[in-house]
């Protein structure tokens, strides 16, 4: 941005993901020259961004959006392969590869017990939140859908605590597999601490899909 703005210029991203963690809907706002449309603005960004990083889509935006205090919602997905070749290199860098038998109703039926509004205070890194913060978030829709050789969980919400969908993720696979019991969620969702949770998911195999904003914030759609 400082190459194409001609100074040093500010971006704030939406937020922060784990290390690994892929962002295909990331989202950020910075204030740019008016001589800069975004259409004109994203192919620039893209002929001079690393191979890794590509800007999918510009908007004008009114000048109270922010692009994290203006967020309503955030979705994620994560990819669980259960196939042999969910091993090899060309999608173990993109799923998670379990080997363990999952049960789909177990699996699908502790998606739905977490729909609603919850205390995620189990399901959260101790430390990253305030402490008055009540760790309360609002899920929208959290489900799992079957696809080839594998498993994708679809969840969105009004906010996500540090390392949470990688710690529902975890535990709702230990849940189907039989390693817990079903009942286990509820009395998660209850705790006052993560003392009793699964190991979290790996990181890898988490995806940031979209991060959603007022329609009245947008003053041009790309």
């Given at each position: 941005?400082?190459?194409?703005?001609?100074?040093?210029t500010?971006v704030?991203?939406a937020?922060r993901?784990?290390?690994?963690?892929?962002?295909?809907?990331?989202?950020?706002?910075v204030?740019?020259?008016?001589?800069?449309?975004?259409?004109e603005?994203?192919?620039?960004?893209?002929?001079i961004?690393?191979?890794?990083?590509?800007?999918?889509?510009?908007h004008?935006?009114h000048?109270?959006?922010?692009?994290?205090?203006?967020?309503?919602a955030?979705?994620y997905?994560?990819?669980?392969?259960?196939d042999?070749?969910?091993?090899?290199?060309?999608r173990?860098?993109?799923e998670?590869h379990y080997?363990r038998?999952?049960?789909?109703?177990?699996?699908?039926?502790?998606?739905?017990?977490?729909?609603?509004d919850h205390?995620?205070?189990a399901f959260?890194v101790r430390?990253?939140?305030?402490?008055?913060?009540?760790?309360?978030?609002?899920?929208h829709s959290a489900?799992?859908?079957?696809?080839?050789g594998g498993?994708?969980?679809t969840?969105?919400a009004?906010?996500?605590?540090?390392?949470?969908?990688?710690?529902?993720?975890?535990t709702?696979?230990?849940?189907?597999?039989?390693?817990?019991?079903?009942?286990?969620?509820?009395?998660?969702?209850?705790?006052?601490?993560?003392r009793g949770?699964?190991s979290?998911?790996?990181?890898?195999?988490?995806?940031l899909?979209?991060?959603?904003?007022?329609?009245?914030?947008?003053?041009?759609?790309?």
């Amino acid at each position: 941005m400082a190459r194409l703005c001609g100074a040093p210029t500010r971006v704030t991203g939406a937020g922060r993901t784990d290390a690994g963690v892929h962002a295909r809907g990331q989202a950020a706002g910075v204030v740019v020259p008016e001589r800069w449309t975004p259409p004109e603005l994203r192919r620039a960004l893209n002929a001079i961004l690393p191979p890794d990083v590509w800007v999918a889509v510009a908007h004008e935006m009114h000048p109270e959006f922010h692009p994290r205090f203006s967020a309503t919602a955030r979705r994620y997905s994560y990819l669980v392969g259960l196939d042999e070749d969910a091993g090899s290199p060309f999608r173990r860098s993109l799923e998670w590869h379990y080997r363990r038998p999952v049960c789909g109703d177990r699996l699908r039926a502790a998606a739905a017990a977490l729909e609603g509004d919850h205390c995620f205070r189990a399901f959260a890194v101790r430390g990253t939140a305030p402490a008055t913060d009540e760790h309360r978030c609002t899920i929208h829709s959290a489900r799992w859908d079957d696809r080839p050789g594998g498993l994708t969980l679809t969840i969105q919400a009004n906010r996500f605590l540090h390392h949470m969908v990688r710690f529902l993720v975890g535990t709702m696979l230990d849940i189907a597999s039989g390693r817990r019991e079903a009942g286990d969620l509820a009395l998660l969702l209850a705790a006052p601490d993560n003392r009793g949770v699964s190991s979290p998911a790996p990181p890898h195999a988490l995806y940031l899909d979209h991060v959603e904003y007022p329609d009245h914030l947008y003053l041009r759609r790309a």
